[in-house]
Each structure stands twice: as structure tokens, then as C-alpha cells.
């Protein structure tokens, strides 16, 4: 019996609910509970069920009430006893129907994905002694609820960050932690809705998801600003009198430009004619390959900019860790609005980045990474040069992606098509823009591809490109 006792489940208690004015006798209705439970699946095979006594005073009837049960279950082969020992479910339920096969989902052999970098590349080590070192240091007033603002450990250590590398004009003070980019434009945008904003611009074209939904969910009115060669249309954002504009100035998505700094200054000067906010999504902007470091616009008019970023793409966006750089008038409606969507981020994981910061690990991993970055990009593009030198890459001097344009009669939406056939999965640029007309091009990923993969992809893509041609997509 020790062996049975060893490999069995030990139910403490069980959920058996008693009607005592029901008409049925009270050893029925337990007989009946356990069957179910049995049969249902919630008491698995071999469980040892709690002793009588245990249970009659769980339930507040006599001792032989729970033996009458327990006797008429097992003389059923439900449960099964042993003098001295536990008396154990001596059956399983049936198994379920089984389902019909889905169809199976092709997964791509080679996938350019943008958006993300190679979590497989995540510090584990220097993180895990980040977490290690809060858990045993942290104050305990650190485990109480956070405030919305977040720990001010991290607010302290990224400001410093910040306005070291990034050129913000960044203070503890004026910073609100969040769950990553998308809740931060989210509380961004409830908070300018409440205050009476009724147009959002976006770049055209851009990732819109995030700031989009967000916008329409808020009952804002969305219109795109379209995006030439150096980033977004200044004359055209002073037309659409806009309450706010998202900008990504240092790496426009998807299309890598650089805002000029004659088109900074024409931003912010529209800004502050229109008593408008900029929301700067530095996107990307750790990663520069062939070209200087560019600084954050939030440094040239912190009253009238909201810097956001997260670490998604710098460590892992499974961490969902955040941050907003905001006026000093949003900071404390933002907060509310933080504590109102989830009572603030966990408070160990934003101490743990702290500690993280403060060591200089989050600048040698980055140090790390640029140079394994750098190498995939060159892969591609010279992958590109050999195999297909009619595409024309552009936005290659940062970031975890480039776009290649396809020529004149080449179709997007074709190319896609075959090169999913091929085993490849690569974005078209047309799903991301809203009105603006422009060239058809080719969103290629390379953060998360070995160099072999890469050139494998484009051999693969060359294939698909072949046969869009041969089916006539290429106009000749």
C-alpha cells in the first residue's frame, strides 16, 4: 500500500455541494458528486479520496453517511479500498471524441518577418543575476501595487539611458512604464481623446495597428500623411490639422528614411502652431550600421513631443516592458489611465531591467548584437545584388529590416503569392498604406535568419520571381 500511497493524487478536500431540503438522501447526492466528478474527468485515475471522518466534518453530516456513499461507489467499481489504506479512483472517464485533422498549415521554410529581433540571443545568464540580486535586495514596499508611473528605480535608470544615447531631455519624473509600445500609444490616445482631441495622422505608409486601432477604437478620426524618400510629407501634415501625428523620424517604418533635421524643425514648428502632440516611436533606433547616431526629436521640444519606446526589439518582447517620455501636462492623466488598464506593470521585471541598466549590461548586449545584425544585413544584401539586382533596397543603414522596391510591371501581391509557394514568407508594402499612392516593394526581415538562410530565401524568392514571369505577372 506505501507504493499506491506514493503514485497516487491526495484529494484534500473535494467539491461536494449538499442540498438538505432537496428530498434526497444526503449519501445520494455525494454518491452522485463524486460519479460526476469521476466521469467528468476532475478526479483522475488513482486519487486517493479525503479519509470519511475528513469529509463528513468538511460537509457537516455523520461519519456513516460518507461510508454509505463511498461503499455503493465502489460496489459501482468507481472507487476501490484497501483496510488501512486510502480508498483511490479505480476508473478513468472515456477519452474524448477525437477531432477531425485539421489542414495542416504550411509553415514557411525560410520567413523574412519584420518586427522582431533573435530572442534566441537573449542574456539569459546576465538577466537571470539582475532578478536574482532585486529579489534578495528590493525593498519590500516594491511587492505592494505599483503606481502607474512604475518603479522608480527604472524610471531613474532610463532617463539616464535615454538621454545618454538617445538625446532626450528625459527625467524620472516625466516618464510613465508600460506593458510595451502598443499600451503606451493606447493610454496616449485615451488620454487626448478625453481631452477633447478629434484627428490622428499617421505615416502613409506605416505599421498603423497599434496606433490606428487605438485612434478609431478611441473615436478619433484617422488620416494618413504620406511618406516620401526622407520620411513623412511636412506640407502635407500642415493640410490635414491634425491633433496628434505618430512618427517614426530616426528609421521610418517600413520604408527606412531619416526625417531630415529641416523637417524636424518644420514638425515641431506645426506642433506648436496647432497645440498639437507628437508621438515619437524611436523604432529600431539602437541599430545603426552606415551612418552617425541620430537623436531623438523628444530632446528639441520635450513640451510638445512623447517619445515611446519599449524593449521588444532590443531583448525580447516577451518581457512586455515599455516607456513613454511624456509633457509634464500628460504624466499624471496617463498614469491614471495605466493603473486603470492593468493596476501597473510587474513590478520585478521592471527592477530587474533596472539592475540590468545600471550594470551596463543592456549596453553590452547591444554591443553584441549590432555587429551579428550588421552581418545579416550584408548577407541580404548582397544575396539581393547577385540574385536579384532589379529590386532596389533602400532604408539599409539601420534598423532589423529593409525594403527592396520592385521594378516597373513587377506585380506585389503576386510575388507574395509565389514566394509562399517557394517556402518563403515576405511582406508587400501595399497592406500598410492607407491612401498615398507608391511603389510596389518587398519588407524583408533579416534579424532572426542565419546568413545561410538568407541566401537560401533569396535563392527561393529568385524561383517565385521566375514564375510570376512565366505567368505572366512581369509586363514585358
Known sequence: MAGSRTNSRLAGSLLVELRRDGGVPLHRQIEASIRDSIRLGRLPYATALPPTRALAADLG????????????LTAEGYLTSRAGGYTQVAISPPPPPVPEPAEPVATPRIDFGYGRGDVSSFPRAAWLRSLRRVLTEAPGERFGYPSG??????REELAGYLDRVRGTSAAPGNMVLTSGYAQGIALLVHVLARAGAKRFAVEDPSATDDARAAAEAAGLEVVGIPVGEHGVRVDALDRVRADAVALTPSHQ?????????ESRAAVLDWAHRRGALVIEDDYDAEYRYDRAPI???????????????????????????????????????????????DRGSPALDQLAF???????????????MRPVYRRRRDALLAALRERLPELEPAGVAAGLHLVAWLPPGLDEAAVVAAAARHGVDVHGVAPYRMSAPGPAGLIFGYSSLGERAIAAGIDA????????????????
Open 149 to 154: 508611473r512604475g518603479v522608480p528605480e527604472l
Open 295 to 341: 537623436g531623438a526629436m523628444q530632446g528639441l521640444a520635450p513640451d510638445r513631443v512623447a517619445y515611446a519606446g519599449s524593449a521588444s526589439k532590443t531583448l525580447a518582447p516577451g518581457l512586455r516592458l515599455g516607456w513613454l517620455v511624456l509633457p509634464r501636462h500628460l504624466v499624471d492623466d496617463v498614469a491614471e489611465a495605466k493603473v486603470a488598464a
Open 354 to 368: 533596472a539592475d540590468f541598466l545600471a550594470r551596463g549590461e543592456f549596453d553590452r548586449h547591444l554591443r553584441r
Open 253 to 261: 517604418w517600413p520604408t527606412g528614411g531619416v526625417l531630415s533635421a
Open 61 to 72: 453530516v455523520s461519519r456513516g453517511v460518507v461510508v454509505e456513499a463511498y461503499q455503493q
Open 461 to 476: 524568392l529568385t524561383a517565385a520571381i521566375d514564375d510570376s514571369a512565366a505567368a505572366g505577372t512581369r509586363r514585358r
